[in-house]
């Protein structure tokens, strides 16, 4: 059983480690373990959610998330990485953030869901081996991100990380490729260990699992790379998840060219999944997207996009799903769509970025629609939605940032399913090295 909850004090402990700023390979396991890396991030969020559901409060946090982490040197390649995290509230917890104790049930201060609970957990903790040329191996809870990771990521925008209790090999031996492959026992999801509901409903801080995950890169063309996966989600069938458990199986296309004194930028990406592994509802559906855009130098870059998660037939757990997603990424800001309607969805966007006095400005607006018709509480338009950023770097150790989301929601039968009208702002401030 691979790492689940430490006290606090693991914080201080690492704290004892941060003793040089590289790794490097060690002539003895003494010099190993005291010539590491050391790591630290704080940040600190405020949050604001006002939503049109009747039974919601408008939410406000101010959290504080402090990670440590120590890398050690390796040792006939071995080598280890720890790294605590810890959350927690500064103000008067006006928001349900889905732990226990902290969601607010009673009708007076019922507000809605802001996904920063209080916690300190070990958020990584492997041993790793790099020994054999080109690879590296890593056995114990650690970040995977893959590709754009829409399929797999860390969650990198909640205070709370995501990472995975894993074994996996990266292997770079063939020219211009990465070949990853990996087997998931555990996602420790941004609710935390403290989860109101552990292994059940949609805010179980923990998904056990016997998944694997296959992702080969290649990048020796000169306009674009391609990327081929298998993402096998056997959920564990104690817990109430195994309606993600689906064999997904997809092709990505991602690039640029010359035109001009400017760059051409496209994506095309098309994944196809299925019910497996004991999942009580036999489905086959699909992922598409398409998207093109141009990077104006030193002026902006705009993209227009068409994503697609299908529906098989438009009843519950026949949507495509993404569960082990960095899905704040994706489909607007306000993220109304972080289950797949079970209708699906279309997202047409588009999305502007570009640079002023040093301070990256971002903006985006999105159209939603469903996938599939069905007969009854059938849904068509689900909304739209537009987003500002605005971030500034001080150096590579210091960011500051304001954001902005407004989702409008769509027809009536849209906002029956709890899709109404919700504005967020996040102000935020971070410290790294």
Known sequence: MLLKKY???????IAALLITPSVWAADTLTDALTGGKASANLQY?????SNGAATKNTATAHTVRLRLGYETATFNGFGAMVEAESVKDLGN????SKATGQTGAAAVNNYAVIADPEATEINQAYLSYSGMANTTVKWGRQRIILD????????GW?????????????????????????YITNANRIFSDSAAAPDSGAFAGNHRMQSTILNANYKGWSFAEIVGYAYLLDYDPATAFTANSSDTYGLRLNGNTAMGGNKLLYTAEFAEQRSAHGNATNYKT????????????????FKLGYEVLGSDTGAANTQFKTPLATLHAFNGWADMFLTTPTQGVKDVYITAGT???????????????????????????????WGLMAAYGFGKNYTVGLKYADYQAGDANAVAAGYVNTQKTWLWGEFKF
Do not use: C, M, W
Not at 148 to 155: E, L, P, Q, T
């Open 7 to 13: 006290p606090a004090s693991s914080i201080a402990a």
């Open 45 to 49: 969020r405020y949050e604001d959610v």
């Open 93 to 96: 917890k006006k928001y349900d």
């Open 148 to 155: 754009n990771a829409r399929f797999v990521g860390n969650v």
């Open 158 to 182: 909640r205070q709370n990380e995501q990472t995975f209790d894993a074994f996996t090999i990266v292997n770079k031996s063939l020219p211009s490729t990465t070949l990853t492959a990996g």
């Open 286 to 301: 699909s992922y598409t997207l398409l998207e093109a855009g141009v990077d104006i130098t030193k002026v902006a870059v």
């Open 355 to 385: 640079k002023l006095d040093g301070i990256n400005l971002a903006a985006n607006y999105h159209e939603y629609r469903t996938d599939v018709a069905i007969a009854t509480g059938n849904i068509n338009d689900l909304g739209n939605e």
